[in-house]
């Protein structure tokens, strides 16, 4: 190449991450579509096109230089990513958008990530309910009496249940399902009292016809509740078992595939408890379709011509919310007089007829709190058969920060700091508040806020936490995501290592001065999806300032 070709070159690198660092849209798309060579070109200092955009904010330029395969990993002579640049800068929006996988999102909101549809506790679906069967008697009596099929029961809507019989080295012991053969429940089945309801199939994979005699090959599951304690015409060969009283917090302790059976069985069989009779004339009812629907015995019933809500299980839709900051680092949480002390959650409420899911974040929020909200975004849900609530988690943003508590619902609101947060989920009772256990949905969004906006290792965990920790023997995922299981499971672990993000490691190394050679990284896919690197940890490292 002759210098006149690298200064023409150098040129038109120079104009692109001008054009970029400024903003003009149309000029970046121009080039690039006369270039794509352009997009990961770097000028003084190893700043890239992007690196220049996220310094200005520009987040249209970002998207733009993302959807044609800017690399967005590259570094500049500093050792900063694109999105060490836009959070040094506070550009928050901007970060998360580089932090993620690239899914577009309200400015000041999570991602909407697809992988945020992570399954919550008793949302896990392990049967197909085959809704379509409710209505063939035929083949719900066929499988009743089927040798294959699976009885599960409840007595006053308590599982019985019995210990997992596997040795484990769990602090507390697991609780199953116990799964009652046709014969061990007969005379419970043939009992006035029992409500039978059918819960669906064994998903295929899990029962592969080939073992299974059955015509169909399909493992039906279903679900009987007494009134009457029924333990002495059960035929129960397992010793340690027992009905499961108090379901708060003991159906916390099952494994997340019962969890789901549960959600669905003990909402039903709860409805069967609350609505014996007709809800439109008071009149006797009986049970149908395979226990999903009560229809009315009196003759002219309003609720026998049509269709009526009324004869179908119920479900109370619930909003339940983390509320950001305006500042994206606090959010704000409640207690309720119930509540466990130092417990705090998140605001959550019935949704009411007429309301859209976001407007009724933003009148709970504002009825509990005083505090106004804008955006809304959906982040996931979870059953919560006590009795039959649709828990609906959201994200929402605050515009208005003065908290006002209406005292009659809740006792307390506070806005509490990222850190404060981190600490109540990885040092419990050592934080100024507790969190609710992590099969609540409360849980699982205020660690998916954390996840998402902090991938940042000094962020979480001060250099001492992190000594003490790998003098533990344990491994270390300084990903926020993994960090708490990491933390619970430290003793398990064998050798210690660290994992920091991408976006981090240049500040580790820096902390530590040290290059990254030096640290003998390793490139590593972390589970929350970012790249990131792993390095072994030993106690002879330089140490660093404590944070
Ligand atoms: N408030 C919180 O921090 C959390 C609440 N939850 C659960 O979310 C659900 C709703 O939260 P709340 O704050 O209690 O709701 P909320 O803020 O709407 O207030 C509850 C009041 O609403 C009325 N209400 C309206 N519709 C109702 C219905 N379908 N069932 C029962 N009461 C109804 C009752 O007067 C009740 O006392 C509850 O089941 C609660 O256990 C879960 C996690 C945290
Ligand atoms: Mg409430
Ligand atoms: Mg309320
Ligand atoms: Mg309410
Ligand atoms: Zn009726």
Not at 323 to 334: A, I, K, Q, T, Y
Request: glycine share 6%; net charge negative; aromatic share 10%.
């Amino acid at each position: 190449m002759t210098s006149v070709q690298m200064s023409a070159k150098d040129e038109m690198v120079e104009q692109f991450l001008d054009y970029a660092s400024r903003g003009d849209l149309a000029k970046v798309s121009t080039m690039i579509s006369h270039s794509s060579q352009l997009l990961n070109e770097s000028g003084r200092q190893g700043w890239t096109a992007l690196m220049l955009a996220a310094r200005n904010g520009h987040f249209d330029v970002i998207k733009a230089l993302l959807l044609n395969g800017c690399n967005k990993y590259l570094a500049n002579k500093s050792g900063q990513t694109a999105y060490d640049i836009a959070k040094f800068w506070g550009h928050r929006h901007i970060a998360r958008f580089l932090a993620s996988n690239g899914d577009v999102t309200l400015p000041g909101i999570l991602p909407s990530n697809k992988s945020t549809e992570t399954e919550t506790y008793f949302s896990k679906e392990y049967l197909n309910r085959m809704s379509d069967k409710r209505t063939d008697s035929e083949w719900l009596s066929a499988k009743q009496s089927s040798p294959e099929t699976v009885f599960i029961v409840f007595h006053n809507l308590d599982p019985f249940v019995t210990t997992e019989p596997e040795e484990r080295n769990d602090i507390q012991p697991q609780l199953k399902l116990y799964r009652f053969g046709g014969d061990s429940v007969k005379e419970v089945l043939e009992n006035s009292d029992t409500v039978v309801v059918f819960l669906g199939v064994e998903k295929q994979e899990a029962s592969p016809s080939s073992l299974v005699s059955n015509k169909d090959g399909l493992i039906a599951w279903f679900a009987l509740n007494t009134k009457k304690n029924p333990t002495e015409s059960l035929k129960v060969t397992a010793s340690n078992s027992f009905f499961l009283t108090n379901p708060m917090p003991m159906l916390l302790m099952l494994n997340e595939d019962e969890a789901g059976i549960v959600a669905e069985a003990r909402s039903v069989l709860a409805w069967h408890s609350r609505y014996s009779f007709c809800p439109t004339c008071g009149g006797k009812t009986k049970v149908d379709e395979g226990g999903y629907k009560r229809t009315c015995l009196t003759d002219g019933c309003r609720s026998l011509q049509g269709i009526h809500n009324t004869c179908y299980p119920r479900v109370d839709p619930v909003v339940i919310m983390l509320v950001l900051h305006p500042d994206g680092n606090r959010c704000l949480l409640g207690r309720k007089k119930s509540f466990p002390q130092g417990m705090f959650s998140c605001l959550a409420g019935f949704i009411e007829p007429g309301e859209t899911i976001e407007n009724a974040v933003r009148r709970e929020v504002l009825e509990e709190s005083g505090v106004t909200i804008g955006p809304v975004q959906y982040v996931s849900s979870q059953p919560w058969p006590m009795p039959s609530s649709l828990m609906i988690g959201c994200f929402a943003v605050a515009l208005s920060t003065d908290i006002k508590v209406d005292k009659n619902e809740i006792e307390d609101a506070r806005w509490f700091t990222r850190q404060e947060v981190i600490d109540a989920l990885v040092k419990g009772n050592q934080a100024v508040f507790s969190m609710p256990p992590r099969q609540a949905i409360a849980h699982y969004l205020v660690k998916h806020w954390i996840e998402d906006s902090t991938p940042c290792v000094y962020d979480w965990v001060s250099y001492k936490r992190l000594e003490m920790l790998s003098q533990m023997n344990g491994s270390l995922y300084l990903c926020p995501l993994e960090a708490t299981a990491a933390f619970q499971n430290v003793h398990n672990r064998s050798h210690s290592f660290v994992c920091v993000h991408a976006s981090s490691l240049w500040q580790l190394c820096a902390e530590l001065s040290v290059t990254q050679k030096e640290l003998g990284t390793e490139g590593y896919d972390c589970d929350c999806g970012s790249s990131a690197f792993t390095f072994k940890w030993s106690t002879t490292m330089p140490q660093m300032a404590s944070g």
